[in-house]
């Protein structure tokens, strides 16, 4: 993947279309030798583009900025009811071609309009999950997710969740150390998964102490200990059912979904920057065996932890 091309488009939300420049659109810098892609911002009729709040974008270069395009992302516009056939046909080429599209926020609708979301599994903004459900029936809506990524289409739901979409996809592409220079780069965290809940009701702690962040930080440090429900929540203090309410409500995941991901993310890096065994990097992030590690890694990533090192290892 090399070229990005942006479609932006009058009323243009410039957060959106923010976020994705700031994680395809990076120049080269000497800090990092993430790749630097050949990034394309375009729009149907070049020249001035609308946004909301005072702005006006100067775009040069129109929908033939797609033609070749590895990804086409389409930024998102406030009025989103609103299509224009030369998108619709630009994403449909793309995808044909086999192109990666991906839509931010409601830019979710576009896809919908042009097919691309027919028997696919696919989200936007939580205020619009029902809407675009109703309107584009064939379209297997995930209301209460950050992102979904099916066959070559991506959609993310509102504002950073776009951060974590494009995150992903840059993780699929080029592995877990160029993503996470990404969101270093960009002061975010470097992986939030994509059935994670688009909004977590954290209920207002009674006091500092009683909030889990330390423990969680102490959970990235101890990723071999043992770490079930039991032992977290003797370390807590709290009773197991006591804990287990606490931890879904401030993480929006239970503990053992928690622990496996960030087990799988640690052994994505080790399986990048070193030459250890399957067996040992089971043993370092707290899976026990090769086998254990085997079963969570291919059914996150899709691939087996022997293929993801030929793919990505430096």
Known sequence: MQRVAVIVQDGAEPFGLGSLVEVWGEPYHPDDDNPVFDFRVCT?????VSGRGGYDLLVENGLEATL?????CVSPKYDFRTHDESVLQAVQAASERGAVIYAHCAAAFELGAAGLLDGRECTTHWRYTDLLAATYP??????DV???HDGNVLTGAGSAA??????????????????????RRIVVPPHRDG???????????DCEAETLGPLLEWILHNLNAD?????LARRSLMSPRTFARRFRAETGATPHAWVTKHRVQRAEELLEQTDRSIEWIAAEVG?????TLRHHFTRVRGVSPQQYRRTFCA
Do not use: W
């Not at 770490?227 to 032992?231: G, Q």
């Open 44 to 48: 149907p009729r070049p020249g001035r």
């Open 68 to 72: 070749d395009a590895d990804l086409v």
């Open 138 to 143: 064939e379209a297997k809506v995930k209301p």
């Open 146 to 148: 950050l992102y979904c």
């Open 162 to 183: 776009g951060i974590d979409a494009s995150l992903h996809l840059m993780r699929e592409k080029f592995g877990a150390r160029v993503a996470a220079t990404a969101a």
């Open 195 to 205: 059935g994670q809940a688009q909004f977590i009701a954290r209920p207002v702690p």
């Open 227 to 231: 770490l079930d429900v039991e032992s």
């Open 287 to 291: 899976f026990g065996n090769a086998a």
